[in-house]
Structures are given as C-alpha cells and as structure tokens.
C-alpha cells in the first residue's frame, strides 16, 4: 500500500515561516525523485520544487526561488519544504509527489500523490 502524508501545513503571517514534511511508505523511496506541487483555488496545480532520489539535485520555481528548501532524509523515508519569507500569494494546498521512470523491460512508471496540506499566509 504506497502512501505520502503530508502534514505542517496551518495559518502563519506574512514573512513567516513553516516546514512541511511529507512521509512515505509502501515504495523503495530512495529510488524516486520527489517534489512539491501547490493549487491555489481556481488556479492551475504548480510545479514548486523538485529533488532526485539522491538529494544531489534541486529545481525552484522561480516564484519561490531563495525562499523555500527542498530536502530529503532517504534515511527516514521523507521529503521537506522549508518555506521561509511566506507571502500571500503562496496561500495554496501542498502536494507531496514520488516519481520514478521504469528502468528495465518488465517495469512500469510509477507517479504517487499524496492529499495535500493546507497552507495560509495571511494578516
């Protein structure tokens, strides 16, 4: 049963901060890159940050760039958001997701969500 739980989402004011963990289960997560999406109401599901299994690379959107850290404990089968300098318009839900491209004949790709945390950044 593969499953990602986010959790440390909540109400904080603007320039503050918070930490979002996702946890996984149910899947080699030291195989899959991992990454945050965010959908804010009416709007589109947006690419925030992206880390390969190894944690040697990361990718920001440029909204978010110099303000949020993705990181990854492979250790402890999670996946972080530092969100630093929080302003209003990152008000979104949070989605934690695992990726991995089939390597061999036999396999498939594999793409996992999670439910998603709410984060809201108002005064």
């Known amino acids: 049963q593969v499953q990602l739980v986010e959790s440390g989402g909540g109400l904080v004011q603007p320039g503050g901060s918070l930490r979002l963990s996702c946890a996984a289960s149910g899947f080699t997560f030291s195989s899959y890159a991992m990454s945050w999406y965010r959908q804010a109401p009416g709007k589109e599901r947006e690419l925030v940050a992206t880390?390969?299994?190894?944690?040697?690379?990361?990718n920001y959107a440029d909204s978010v760039k110099g303000r949020f850290t993705i990181s990854r404990d492979n250790g402890k089968n999670t996946v972080y958001l530092q969100m630093n300098s929080l302003k209003p318009e990152d008000t979104a839900v949070y989605y934690c997701?695992?990726?991995?491209?089939?390597?061999?004949?036999?396999?498939?790709?594999?793409?996992?969500w999670g439910q998603g945390t709410q984060v809201t950044v108002s005064s």
């Open positions: 880390i390969t299994s190894s944690g040697g690379t990361t």
């Open positions: 997701n695992a990726l991995r491209y089939a390597t061999t004949w036999f396999e498939h790709d594999r793409n996992y």
